[in-house]
């Protein structure tokens, strides 16, 4: 049985702290892979200051290179927008395979806000992953309050497999200052670079049965 990770976003751009904590993350949860789920059009965040999704492909590609992260277009087949639906296909599409879905420590104050966000959580598990100055914004996240119930320690989250969803823990990764915003502030042409790598992707074939 396959252990693969879960990783949205919309990698505007991707970048060496997306890649650094990715690699953490297979290593503490003892992933075969962990898959970057680029998305299309995130749908709570708005469209100006986006870059074009094949540049932000392109540059997931990059920095996905040579290792066990593979970038993905899944979302873009598909059709989905919401991480709940998404994960709902894959999770039906892969039977065999075991799935965790991770979150930047920063994106967990507005999970509350994330369609249908309760039944997410109750189809995988969930890893937390640390980021610099979050960890009080993290701990009152408005989603916690129903969340706390479900997390389990640090100590356990490689057994993941064996844990039954809801389930939720906490990483602490090597700290990673990068900042998608903070790159695009020092160059905001980024994307004419990448646009040019984002060549199409063949769909992820299903799972033999």
């Given at each position: ?33 962990l898959w970057w789920l680029v998305s299309p059009g995130n749908p709570l965040k708005p469209a100006a ?18 290792s066990r992260i593979r970038v993905s277009e899944f979302e873009a087949q598909a059709g989905t927008r ?18 965790i879905w991770l979150m930047g420590q920063d994106t967990l104050p507005e999970f509350h806000r994330w ?95």
């Amino acid at each position: 049985m396959r252990r693969i990770g879960l990783l949205g976003g919309s990698f505007n751009p991707a970048h060496r702290g997306h890649r650094r904590m990715s690699l953490a993350a297979i290593d503490a949860l003892g992933l075969d892979e962990l898959w970057w789920l680029v998305s299309p059009g995130n749908p709570l965040k708005p469209a100006a200051g986006m870059a074009p999704y094949a540049a932000r492909l392109g540059s997931a590609r990059l920095n996905a290179r040579r290792s066990r992260i593979r970038v993905s277009e899944f979302e873009a087949q598909a059709g989905t927008r919401f991480t709940v639906d998404t994960v709902s296909l894959i999770v039906r599409r892969w039977p065999n395979t075991r799935f965790i879905w991770l979150m930047g420590q920063d994106t967990l104050p507005e999970f509350h806000r994330w369609k249908a966000w309760r039944k997410l959580a109750a189809i995988v598990p969930i890893a937390v992953l640390s980021r610099p100055g979050y960890d009080d914004a993290a701990r009152v996240a408005r989603a916690m309050g129903w969340l706390r119930r479900f997390v389990r320690p640090l100590a356990t989250a490689v057994e993941w497999t064996n844990w039954s969803a809801p389930a939720i823990t906490f990483l602490r990764l090597p700290p990673d200052p990068t900042s998608a915003t903070r790159l695009r502030a020092l160059d905001p042409d980024w994307h004419d670079r990448f646009a040019a790598r984002a060549r199409p992707t063949a769909p992820l074939p299903k799972e033999n049965f």
